[in-house]
């Protein structure tokens, strides 16, 4: 199977895959700056809460097991968000980047296709 094109939506030609480099890095400082703020925010009760998991505990209190489960998925989860944001961020700081690198190949062989014209 092969696509040669998609049809054109409603008011457009269809050529909707285009992206700039300014939103690419909207997007990617808003995911640093979640990113930023779930390593500090996201941590803010972590100690609270891990020790009176353990006092509960100690003391006999069977809410201590579950405010230390609560605990372990809240920081699992928390790591896996943390990561996620990360990625996202540097994923597309790449992107752009690779993308003005493609741009700046395919204008130089542009150029240099213009030029080799008129030594023919």
Same mark, same amino acid.
């Given at each position: 199977m /092969? %696509?040669?094109?998609?049809?054109?939506?409603p008011g457009?030609?269809?050529?909707?895959? /285009? %992206?700039?480099?300014?939103k690419l890095g909207e997007i990617g400082g808003a995911a640093y700056d979640l990113h930023r703020r779930l390593q500090t925010?996201?941590?803010h009760a972590k100690a609270s809460t891990s020790e009176a998991a353990t006092m509960m505990t100690t003391n006999n209190f069977q809410t201590g097991a579950a405010l230390r489960t609560v605990h372990d998925t809240w920081d699992s989860q928390l790591r896996t968000l943390i990561d996620a944001c990360?990625?996202?961020s540097n994923h597309l700081d790449y992107s752009a980047?690779?993308?003005a690198k493609d741009d700046e190949e395919v204008k130089a062989s542009l150029s240099v296709s213009k030029i080799s014209?008129?030594?023919q």
């Open positions: /092969r %696509v040669n094109g998609a049809p054109a939506g457009g030609s269809g050529a909707d895959l /285009r %992206v700039r480099q300014d925010d996201g941590n990360a990625h996202i980047a690779t993308h014209e008129y030594f």
